[in-house]
């Protein structure tokens, strides 16, 4: 689904105001209330607003030490097993399939480095992990920053008056490509 200026509107007052009822948004706005609700019921529909659920800042519920792991498993048993057993481990509050020299990457609550270290081992109880890499957080800057792709592209991403396009093997100037 395309998101257009309407619907970014839209994800824009909600971020910003997440409880504010439909009708609060449509007088905001200045858009129809029965044409905010269906948008953020297509929307909802087809995933691009993922939830609003509240979002919990772990270190507010006593687990202040954040980690990252990279995570080779054990192939014979498959991703969907893996996650299955990782997932009974409460402090994997991520978990996603990457590329490159490891299967998975996990993000991990811990109370403190100690415990840290037992979420660690635990998982490595499970037999499914062959071996981990992990890296804690010293301090975080931003997360789940989406609102800054709903903005129009302002300028181009190519300085280039000219390139070739990769996919053509041509060469077009910058005010033709998708990149303005």
Not at 8 to 23: E, M, N, Q, Y
Not at 78 to 89: F, Q
Not at 124 to 148: C, D, E, M, Y
Request: glycine share 4%; with cysteine.
């Amino acid at each position: 689904m395309k998101v257009d200026a309407v619907d970014a509107k839209i994800v824009r007052f909600f971020t910003d105001s997440p409880r504010a009822s439909v009708l609060e948004a449509s007088r905001v706005l200045k858009i129809a209330r029965a044409t905010v609700q269906s948008r953020l019921d297509r929307m909802i529909g087809a995933g691009v607003i993922g939830s609003w659920v509240p979002q919990p800042d772990p270190a507010c519920f006593g687990y202040p030490v954040v980690a990252f792991c990279s995570l080779t498993i054990n192939q014979d048993l498959g991703h969907d097993a893996v996650v299955a057993a990782l997932a009974r481990i409460p402090e994997l509050i991520e978990i996603h399939t990457v590329s490159g020299s490891s299967d998975l990457m996990a993000r991990i609550a811990a109370r403190s480095n100690p415990d840290l270290q037992r979420v660690l081992d635990a998982m490595i109880a499970t037999k499914t992990i062959l071996r981990s890499s992990s890296v804690i957080v010293l301090n975080t800057h931003f997360q789940g920053r989406t609102l800054p792709l709903l903005e129009p592209r302002r300028r181009p991403l190519c300085n280039a008056k000219h390139f070739v396009s990769a996919a053509r093997g041509r060469t077009i100037s910058s005010s033709q490509s998708d990149y303005n």
